[in-house]
């Protein structure tokens, strides 16, 4: 059974901070990489994607991904308290990602 | 472009009866994947619809079906609803020609009782 492992949180951060959120996987054949936000209520929102390793940078967000130890990180420069949501990672199931599986997500709270 | 729309939003069914959702995806995506949430499972893959053939499906029973239309409209059926199915039924759409991000519909909220 393949998996997808991430905190569950609460992860609470000050306003202004850096929020570090953290993901593994087990399935070394994935090849694609995603991070969606969900907040209470309302479905999820694709905000990263990566496939290569290193890092993607979008606005506030960056995307880090290493293959060689099966892990994939996000970072929210600057929080803000509309960043308080759940956010789930989610890998391609092998080399498509036309099978996703999700990780039960990171509660994330952003204190003012 | 429109995103990805689901009906209805909210339904409320009897244990024993037969639940039938729609998603209409992204214009121009052809793959469609179904979604059960619930709070102690969290978001589970159902089935991948691509050009109208079941591509993938995950771990559940056979009361759970789907298809594909021409259009790329899927529509999800639940057969002899139990309690446990209550839950937010989500649909996603992606291109699935090299770019495979999935963008989600805004759910059905589906309640047996």
């Known amino acids: 059974q393949k998996e997808v492992e991430q905190n569950s949180g609460p992860l609470s951060v000050p306003e202004g901070a850096i929020a570090s959120l953290n993901c593994t996987y087990s399935d070394r054949g994935s090849q694609s990489f995603f991070w969606y936000r969900q907040y209470s209520g309302k479905s999820p929102e694709l905000i990263m994607f990566?496939?290569?390793?290193g890092d993607k940078e979008d606005g506030r967000f960056t995307a880090q991904l290493n293959k060689a130890s099966q892990y994939v990180s996000l970072l929210i420069r600057d929080s803000q308290p509309s960043d308080s949501a759940t956010y789930l990672c989610a890998v391609g199931e092998g080399s498509s990602a036309s099978k996703i599986i999700f990780g039960s997500g990171t509660r994330l709270s952003i204190r003012p | 472009k429109a995103g990805v729309t689901q009906t209805p939003r909210y339904l409320i069914k009897t244990r024993g009866q037969q639940v039938t959702l729609s998603c209409s995806p992204i214009s121009g995506h052809r793959s469609v994947s179904w979604y059960q949430q619930t709070p102690g499972q969290g978001l589970q893959f159902l089935f991948e619809y691509f050009s109208e053939t079941q591509r993938n499906k995950g771990n559940f029973p056979g009361r759970f079906s789907g298809r594909q239309f021409s259009n790329s409209r899927s529509e999800m059926n639940v057969s002899t609803l139990e309690l446990g199915d209550s839950a937010l039924y989500l649909c996603?759409?992606?291109?699935?020609?090299?770019?495979?991000?999935?963008?989600f519909g805004p759910g059905t909220r589906l309640t047996v009782t």
């Open positions: 996603a759409s992606s291109q699935q020609t090299g770019e495979d991000e999935q963008y």
């Open positions: 990566i496939y290569s390793n």
